[in-house]
């Protein structure tokens, strides 16, 4: 019996091809996905071209939820991948579908596939809101994949995955970490800017070099995998440490 894939959602973020959208929306049914999330798209989801290419799945782009950024797509969420195909400044471990998908299908709770741009991907800040990075391995003569292909691929993979049908992949499978409490997105992206806030105000962080900075301590955070109580725990210390130096700052001024 095949797991259910209703709670993972595929994510793209500023399609500019309806004719992509739509065969998008024909693999995800092929594969038993339903969840369609398409931030900001710069082109008709619901065209004649989406359609056309869509052929029995327009029903997923009826359903398909359009929303104007990132955040307001994976609210919810507690565990997050996201597609690169380019190197990145800061070092990112990179996983095939086939090692990093599985940790998506082993959840009870709503998960992410992120995919960006056609011309350009997910930018770095797009990046930081995922805990695991995903490269689909190709030839060195043509490494661009269309962005149809690149999902087509990934939701064959979580197919696999959920019916484990195949065999070499089951004993080739990355360990899956323990199920956990994890907090969503939205609830450590609070914690986020609560940090970056207070170190800008102590000096740790300074505005030209913060955001490069945060994307480092993001990325620690993020492999951690942080519970609801360890997101209010150190958002307890945060209000604490801020306590502590306004107390200070009174007690100069006298």
Not at 13 to 23: K, M, Q, R, T, Y
Not at 52 to 60: C, N, T, W, Y
Not at 84 to 104: F, G, H, M, N, S
């Amino acid at each position: 019996m095949s797991s259910s894939l209703h709670h993972i959602r595929i994510v793209l973020v500023e399609p500019a091809g309806a004719l992509n959208i739509g065969s998008i929306a024909r693999v995800m049914k092929n594969m038993g996905l339903t969840q369609l999330v398409v931030v900001n798209p710069q082109c008709e989801v619901l065209g004649e071209e989406a359609t056309r290419m869509a052929v029995h799945a327009i029903d997923l782009l009826t359903i398909a939820r359009i929303v104007p950024d990132l955040p307001t797509a994976l609210q919810g969420c507690t565990r997050v991948i996201a597609t690169t195909a380019r190197d990145r400044a800061i070092p990112t471990q990179l996983e095939t579908p086939r090692q990093a998908l599985p940790w998506l299908v082993d959840s009870n709770e709503p998960t992410a596939l992120i995919f960006g741009r056609e011309d350009s991907g997910l930018t770095n800040a797009e990046l930081n809101y995922a805990t695991r990075y995903l490269r689909i391995p190709v030839g060195s003569e043509y490494s661009s994949l269309n962005l149809a292909q690149a999902v087509g691929v990934c939701a064959y993979e979580l197919q696999m995955c959920a019916t484990s049908a195949d065999d070499n992949l089951i004993t080739n499978l990355a360990p899956i970490p323990p199920q956990t409490d994890i907090a969503p997105v939205e609830l450590v992206e609070g914690y986020y800017q609560q940090l970056e806030s207070l170190l800008l105000d102590i000096g740790y962080l300074l505005p030209h070099t913060a955001a490069h900075r945060m994307e480092k301590i993001r990325r620690l955070y993020n492999r951690s995998q942080l519970s609801p109580n360890e997101v209010a725990l150190l958002r307890g210390v945060l209000r604490q440490v801020s306590w502590a130096i306004n107390t200070a700052k009174s007690i100069d001024l006298k």
